[in-house]
């Protein structure tokens, strides 16, 4: 396996990494398979492990804990907070607060010293940036984490993130986690651009967009709760919704492309998200042994012009079909209040004339 710079810290990692989300409760609950899973990757090349606190509550990172015992210097581990964690109101967003107390949670967890990447798992918009980037830094400077990072930030914050720590003289995030595949290409726009300019390492997530483009999605077949995360994410798999109806149309023409190029469809989707100049490593979450040797292959795989032509004129570049796909969506768009007017005062010229 050949490895990649990850921005510029000067660290080689593998193309692809392991997203280890779906081991746990929310999937996969059988420990031992999760861990001959995670034995296997690593096997095969695969340096780089993803987690989050807030998968499965942290049964997912006890874990990976358990499957790197032995292991641990073979990885560049990651792991994320901000998540609601429990039902006390601070365990959870970008607060120093929380964040020290979050790092040591999953430190323990994971049961290791210290964390090769920590990452910001959304925007926080009620937490000064400058508060999240101290804390981090103090981190580095305790080594309880190498480096910090982002996942899933707009394109602006990206920036600011960049600034703030020049500005403050504080270590900044190298590396950024945004949603990335064939149905969802929003981050070309400037997310990927931006994170070429500033250097940064980019692992993106969802890169079969949550099972669309494993093959598993047929026409005329409706997903189950258990194999499409139907129950969890009904917005990004419910077959009613129109965008999830053009979602499959695609996938249908992607699927007809792969087999005329001679590789799965699963190969066509990660080849597609490895090919782009800004990404670091692909993050892959297999459930099973099975989808874990489907996806490696994709490894070799090198898509030629014609068939990257062919796939922008399915989904052009830059087109996100559905929002649920980008993972974030900010106040200014959630929020009615961030966008309207309400009882606006209006000044009239010459009215006391």
């Known amino acids: 396996m050949s490895y990649r710079q990850f921005g510029r810290t ?27 899973i995670i034995h296997r990757a690593l ?22 804990g358990k499957a790197l015992l032995g292991r641990r210097d073979e990885v560049f581990l990651a792991s994320k907070f901000h998540g609601q964690i429990g039902s006390d109101p601070n365990h959870r967003g970008n607060s120093r607060r929380w964040i020290f107390r979050a790092v040591e949670d999953s430190l323990r967890r994971l049961q290791t010293d210290h964390l090769d990447l920590y990452q910001a798992h959304r925007p926080d918009p009620d937490t000064a940036l400058e508060e999240t980037l101290g804390a981090l830094n103090d981190l580095v400077r305790q080594g309880k984490i190498r480096y910090f990072g982002t996942t899933t930030f707009e394109p ?57 483009l494993s093959g598993r999605h047929r026409a005329g077949e409706s997903p189950t709760t258990e194999s499409s995360r139907l129950g969890r994410q009904p917005h990004r798999h419910d077959p009613e919704l129109a965008a999830n109806q053009r979602k499959r149309a695609a996938a249908e023409e992607l699927l007809k492309l792969a087999d005329d190029t001679g590789i799965s469809l699963v190969q066509l989707a990660l080849a597609f998200v490895l090919q782009h100049p800004a990404v670091t490593s692909a993050i892959i979450g297999p459930r099973t042994l099975e989808q874990l040797e489907g996806q490696l292959g994709a490894i070799d795989v090198r898509l030629d012009s014609d068939v990257l032509d062919r796939i922008d004129e399915i989904i052009a570049p830059g087109v996100t079909i559905s929002a649920a796909d980008e993972g974030y969506l900010p106040p200014s768009l959630t929020e009615a209040g961030q966008r309207r007017r309400v009882n606006d005062q209006r000044i009239e010229l010459g009215a006391n004339r």
């Open 43 to 64: 096997d095969a090349g695969i340096n780089v492990v993803d987690t989050a606190d807030v998968y499965s509550q942290g049964e997912n990172e006890e874990i990976v």
């Open 10 to 36: 000067g660290v080689l990692v593998s193309p692809l990494a392991l997203g280890a989300m779906n081991f746990g409760v929310w999937a996969n609950t059988d420990h031992d398979d999760a861990i001959r």
């Open 156 to 212: 602006h914050q990206l920036v600011e993130a960049q600034w703030a720590a020049r500005r403050r003289q504080l270590q900044r995030p190298v590396s950024e986690q945004p949603p990335y595949s064939i149905l969802a290409r929003g981050a070309e726009r400037a997310t990927l651009p931006i994170a070429q300019k500033y250097g940064l390492g980019v692992l993106t997530w969802s890169p079969l967009a949550g099972g669309w």
